[in-house]
């Protein structure tokens, strides 16, 4: 394997609390060094970094790849490789695929996939009951052993607070996280968007926050009950950002993370029926986006996720209530969280940099997050100031459901590393 | 000379301006007095084809869509969604192109998800109106309702209208609240909290919490039709304690400080929204509203179908 020098970038590395212009030296898979002026052997290639931002490898906890099941949607290769495009050096899928990612060979079956794609890499999700029917505990032995690195029933809730306390129970055995999608399925039923003033404009059942807050205050209890650690999926609304924010004052083991639709958009994007606006959680009010937005900033919420959600174009091109809920993500991440994060003071590049990497590694114990001397060869050079227009038709997804087409974004990841080896480089790229 | 088109399609009350709206209230008077006639037929539609398309059961909206088509002398087509390529799994979409595909000028379509009207409209370059889409308008009912209450009050600004029921899951109440406050009226609703949507006071009307406050604030009640599915639903304990404590009694009518209108966008659950002497009283305008519900239509769609609005003028302010 080739050794990498990337010369002259501002490394930012927030587990060590590390910003400045520097060089990155990766070597058998690993950061051999960070230092000044590095020299290297003749066969490394240089990639030069100046006016770009050398960071950790971004993480996203929280995608649907649709494979195995629904492969015309998205697979494990064309979606690590949209991961790789956004700057995303490791990606976390959920388990609801079909059939569920509820046993060993289908936890092995996605890791295979995505070794042989060889692209970001692919941590599998495992599901917390079998089938996701919220009934009996899957295997989470079997599962970690297979390569999942969580639990989670996302895409439907655990409605069984006694399921939802087992599994707490234990995920304790292996050390890893028990991720909830926190929906009371009997307040969100046939809901298509945030119940408030524009559902009812709309004539559309709405989904209130209630509906959310409840499990949040729920799952919360049960962590505090059982010493688990509990992982709040794609959190939109202030109460639940008020409820986490107190519990973690008071020390019990949550963590949270926020999508950037959430904190860029409100249920206002769904006037005139947007199906591109539906999604679940829904879109909530100024008020709300605000919320998580603070949380971001104050670290109420963790990480930053996409919820990336493929779906095919004519599967949105119905009636609102039909239409599925979700949108893709992954390849417009970076740039929405730059230009509405650090763009409008929220976070620092820095703090940006931890909530999409560093913080997603800590939560989920993965390897990355890092640029110390040993950590892996898994690295995102990142122009942060790189104004561009978003354009669906030239996605890595095979999806095109985005409600940010047209938009105007700053910040775009250049190229990504994922175990020493460039497999994303932006065309046209110096 | 004053008012513009209605443009191509009429999706609900609210995107129209009360221009808009007056216009097709003075377009429907002459065409009052087409159904009057031993021969109930003028030419302004021939040669347009109309499709009728009800994915949802109807009986009064379809009939009197299509009276009032055929009085315009249009070539109709009724398409119900059972039977028909919608049940073996066609999208809409699908359904909209095929329609365009035969070249028709019109649809009236009646859909059970909310905004299905607008996602038609702009997918076809045919017109379509709304005939009812879920829990959003159904704006000729909002207009007939409008016509009836100016034949009767000589005009809409400055009554006081309040819509009783099931506000929450009502099509009629938006498009009434939109129309009614468009024109200058004051608009109440009454209903059991549990039926009352989120906000509602921000679209300009104030919550009458019982049906006596309702009686004693209004100069008319437009009473809706109580969906007997709510109960199951957990909405409503019982049809019983509706009428009991939110019914449209003679009773609770005979203490009515004015003289009180009562109007019912049909079909009535007689002894629960409503008590049968009221409905049938001297107060009820229900039949004048199902009458002005074909001139309302006929004029939808001589303007939508570009018709001139001064060929109607003959008929202003002759109420």
């Not at chain 1, 690195?149 to 234990?170: C, F, I, Q």
């Not at chain 1, 909830?180 to 399925?185: A, R």
Request: charged share 25%; hydrophobic share 40%.
């Amino acid at each position: 394997m080739r050794p990498i020098l990337i010369r002259g970038g501002r490394v930012i590395d927030p587990a060590r609390g590390a910003d400045g212009v520097a060089d990155v030296y990766l070597q058998d898979g690993k950061v051999a060094g960070v230092g000044r002026s590095l020299g290297s052997p003749d066969d490394a290639l240089t990639i030069d970094a100046s006016g770009k931002v050398v960071s950790p490898g971004l993480i996203d906890l929280h995608v649907h790849l649709r494979e195995p099941g629904q492969e015309d949607l998205e697979t494990v290769a064309s979606g690590s490789m949209a991961a790789a495009a956004g700057g995303f050096s490791a990606v976390c899928a959920m388990p609801n695929t079909d059939p569920v990612t509820d046993n060993q060979a289908a936890v092995g079956f996605i890791v295979s996939q995505a070794q042989r794609a060889g692209k970001a890499r692919v941590y599998p999700i495992g599901a917390i009951s079998l089938g996701q029917k919220g009934q009996q505990l899957a295997e989470f032995g079997e599962l970690v052993g297979a390569g999942a690195v969580a639990v989670s029933d996302d895409g439907k809730p655990v409605v069984s607070s006694h399921l939802m306390r087992t599994a707490l129970e234990y995920a304790r055995t292996f050390g890893i996280p028990v991720a909830d999608h926190c929906e009371d399925p009997t307040l969100s039923a046939g809901g298509a968007m945030h119940e408030g003033i524009i559902s009812t404009r709309l004539g559309l059942k709405g989904v209130p926050s209630a509906a959310e807050e409840i499990m949040v205050a729920r799952d919360i209890l049960l962590a505090e009950h059982t010493g688990g650690h509990v992982h709040l999926c794609h959190m939109s609304t202030r109460g639940s950002v008020e409820l986490i924010r107190r519990a973690k004052e008071n020390g019990i083991r949550v963590t949270a993370e926020a999508c950037p639709h959430h904190f860029t958009l409100t249920h206002e994007q769904c006037e005139g029926y947007n199906t591109n606006a539906k999604m679940n959680p829904p879109l909530r009010e100024p008020e709300d986006r605000e919320a998580i937005r603070q949380g971001l900033g104050d670290g109420t919420i963790d990480a930053i996720c996409t919820d990336h959600a493929p779906h095919h174009y004519d599967a949105k091109e119905r009636e609102f209530d039909d239409a599925p809920n979700g949108i893709i993500g992954l390849e417009t991440a970076f740039g929405l969280a730059v230009t509405e994060l650090v763009g409008t003071g929220v976070l620092s590049l820095c703090d940006l940099i931890n909530r999409m990497s560093t913080a997603p590694a800590r939560i989920f114990n993965l390897p990355g997050g890092s640029l110390a001397p040993g950590a892996p060869a898994d690295v995102t050079i990142s122009d942060p100031a790189a104004e561009w227009t978003v354009d669906p038709a030239r996605f890595f997804s095979r999806s095109r459901n985005t409600p940010f087409g047209g938009r105007r974004l700053t910040g775009r990841a250049e190229l990504t590393i994922v175990r020493g080896q460039v497999v994303y480089r932006r065309e046209g790229d110096a | 000379m004053t008012a513009a088109s209605l443009g191509k399609d009429l999706v609900g009350l609210e995107p129209l301006s009360a221009e808009q709206i007056q216009l097709i209230l003075d377009t429907a008077e002459p065409f009052k007095e087409v159904s009057e006639r031993a021969i109930k037929k003028v030419p302004a539609l021939r040669g347009k084809t109309i499709v009728n398309l009800f994915f949802e059961a109807s009986t009064r909206t379809l009939i009197s869509f299509e009276f009032a088509e055929k009085r315009l002398s249009a070539d109709t087509v009724n398409v119900a969604a059972a039977g028909s390529s919608v049940s073996k799994g066609e999208t809409l979409v699908d359904t909209a192109k095929n329609l365009e595909a035969m070249r028709i000028d019109m649809v009236v379509i009646r859909h059970g998800a909310s905004g299905a009207a607008q996602f038609l409209g702009q997918r076809i370059r045919s017109n379509v109106i709304n005939a009812g889409d879920g829990k959003h308008e159904h704006p000729t009912q909002g207009l007939l309702d409008m016509l009836t209450l100016r034949d009767r009050f000589g005009r809409i600004k400055g009554l006081k209208i309040a819509i009783c029921g099931d506000i929450l899951h009502s099509r009629v109440a938006r498009s009434n609240i939109w129309g009614l406050t468009k024109l200058g009226a004051e608009v109440g609703v009454c209903g059991p909290a549990s039926l009352l949507p989120r906000h509602v006071e921000e679209l300009g009307v104030t919550i009458l919490p019982r049906i006596e406050d309702a009686i004693q604030w209004a100069d008319a009640l437009n009473v809706l039709r109580l969906q007997l599915e709510r109960m199951e639903t957990g909405f409503l304990p019982s049809l019983r304690e509706y009428n009991r404590v939110f019914g449209v009694t003679s009773d609770r009518v005979a203490k009515a400080p004015k003289e009180l209108l009562i109007l019912h966008p049909g079909p009535m659950n007689r002894g629960v929204e409503i008590d049968s002497d009221v409905a049938d009283g001297p107060h009820s305008v229900i039949l004048p509203q199902v009458t002005n519900g074909v001139a309302v239509r006929m004029a939808v769609l001589y303007l939508l179908a570009g018709g001139a609005p001064d060929w109607a003028s003959d008929g202003e302010g002759q109420r």
